[in-house]
């Protein structure tokens, strides 16, 4: 069944650690997304990627990085985690949009990560 | 201002009644937009899109898009208490990306 994944669903480190959170979709999709949201509060995009070898920097300024070796792999890293990268983050994933709609841009998401630095 | 906005709630909602969602987007040239649900601890799972002016029905969903006005809106006919969620109105962007810009979501708290 196509689907999108990300591991682990909760993770709870020190502050100083490294982290990776892992998004595979295998839905063939293009475009992929990373999400940061807190509880009760808006969704803020803090990266995203058109394809292999092309990431970009979202609205919302993040210290994570991620890299698109691989279609279907989006992986987020963060290299010393601090308390205020307490957060949920989620990953979706789109088709490359030809032109409005017609399933164009329809973000499908992934179960999140819940991420507690303590 | 945001690009898109939406009021926070909660709406509180009667079973069975109607809830009627509003959403307003900034961007005049946004063709596409969807709507999401969120369950408290969830992720967004996609509920309606529209594209067209008019509106757009889907079981007990409608949704009505206004370009003109700029406006969008959801409504949830015989709402149970399993419509209790975070509703979030979303717009495609009209960038060479077509990134989606999310409101904050609606509240809506369906009560017995």
């Known amino acids: 069944e196509a689907d999108i994944y990300q591991t682990p669903r909760y993770l709870v480190i020190g502050t100083g650690k490294k982290i990776t959170l892992e998004c595979s979709q295998t839905?063939?999709?293009?475009?992929m997304y990373w999400y940061q949201q807190d509880p009760g509060m808006e969704l803020h995009l803090i990266h995203y990627?058109?394809?292999?070898?092309?990431?970009e920097k979202g609205d919302l300024s993040s210290e994570s990085t991620v890299s698109r070796i691989r279609t279907e792999h989006f992986p987020l890293t963060l290299e010393s985690a601090r308390p205020s990268h307490t957060s949920q983050y989620l990953c979706?994933?789109?088709?490359?949009?030809?032109?409005?709609?017609?399933?164009?841009?329809?973000?499908?998401f992934g179960a999140g990560s819940r991420l507690t630095v303590l | 201002q945001k690009e898109v906005e939406q009021n926070s709630g909660p709406l509180s909602v009667p079973e069975g009644a109607i809830a009627s969602l509003n959403c307003t987007y900034s961007?005049?040239?946004?063709?596409?937009f969807f709507w999401y649900r969120q369950y408290s601890g969830k992720s967004p799972e996609l509920i309606m899109s529209?594209?067209?002016?008019g509106d757009k029905e889907d079981g007990r969903f409608t949704a009505q898009l206004n370009k003109a006005s700029q406006y969008v809106s959801l409504l949830i006919r015989d709402s149970q208490p399993s419509d209790s969620a975070t509703y979030l109105c979303?717009?495609?962007?009209?960038?060479?990306?077509?990134?989606?810009?999310f409101g904050a979501g609606t509240q809506v708290v369906v009560t017995p």
């Open positions: 961007d005049r040239g946004s063709q596409s």
């Open positions: 990627s058109y394809g292999v070898n092309s990431t």
């Open positions: 979706a994933s789109s088709a490359l949009s030809g032109s409005g709609g017609s399933g164009a841009n329809v973000l499908t």
């Open positions: 529209i594209y067209s002016n």
């Open positions: 979303a717009a495609r962007n009209t960038d060479s990306w077509g990134k989606l810009q």
């Open positions: 839905m063939g999709h293009d475009k």
